[in-house]
C-alpha cells in the first residue's frame, strides 16, 4: 500500500469515501451522476452529500490509484467513467475493517452511556 489511507480524513464524517467505493464495485464502471444518483440508497448517514464533496472525493481516490477513469464520448455528451483499481479492492476492504471496529467502538460507548444513565 504505497499511498496512506485516507480513512480518518474528512471523508469519515459523511462516509462518502467507502460508499463511492461500494457503488463502483457493485457497478463494475458507473460515472458522477449515476454515482450520486446511488448515492441516497447506500449512504451510511442521512446527511446531504453535495455535488463537489462527490467529485473532490473521486479526483482523490483516482489520485491515490483507488479509481480509474476512461472518458466514454459515444452517444450523448462525453462523460468520465470511473471504475475500481485493484488497490480500490483493497481500499474498500480496509475500510470495512476500520467501519466494523468503528461499529463496536459505538455499541460499546452508547452500551456505557445508557448504563451509566441507569444508575
Known amino acids: 500500500m ?3 489511507c485516507t480513512c480518518a480524513m474528512g471523508n469519515v464524517s459523511r462516509f462518502i469515501e467507502p460508499v ?3 457503488i463502483l464495485k457493485e457497478k463494475k464502471k458507473s460515472y458522477g451522476y449515476e454515482i450520486a444518483e446511488c448515492l441516497t440508497q ?3 448517514t442521512d446527511a446531504t452529500i453535495e455535488g463537489a464533496a462527490l467529485y473532490r ?3 482523490t481516490l ?3 490509484g483507488y479509481v480509474s477513469s476512461t472518458w466514454d464520448d459515444g452517444d450523448g455528451p462525453a462523460r468520465r467513467n470511473y471504475s475500481l483499481t485493484r488497490a480500490g479492492h483493497t481500499h474498500l476492504r480496509d475500510w470495512a475493517h476500520l467501519l466494523e471496529a468503528l461499529g463496536r467502538e459505538m455499541i ?3 452500551r456505557e452511556v445508557v448504563a451509566r444513565q441507569d444508575t
Open 2 to 4: 504505497g499511498q496512506p
Open 57 to 59: 472525493t473521486l479526483r
Open 62 to 64: 483516482e489520485a491515490n
Open 108 to 110: 460499546s460507548f452508547h
Open 20 to 22: 463511492v467505493l461500494r
Open 42 to 44: 447506500y449512504a451510511l
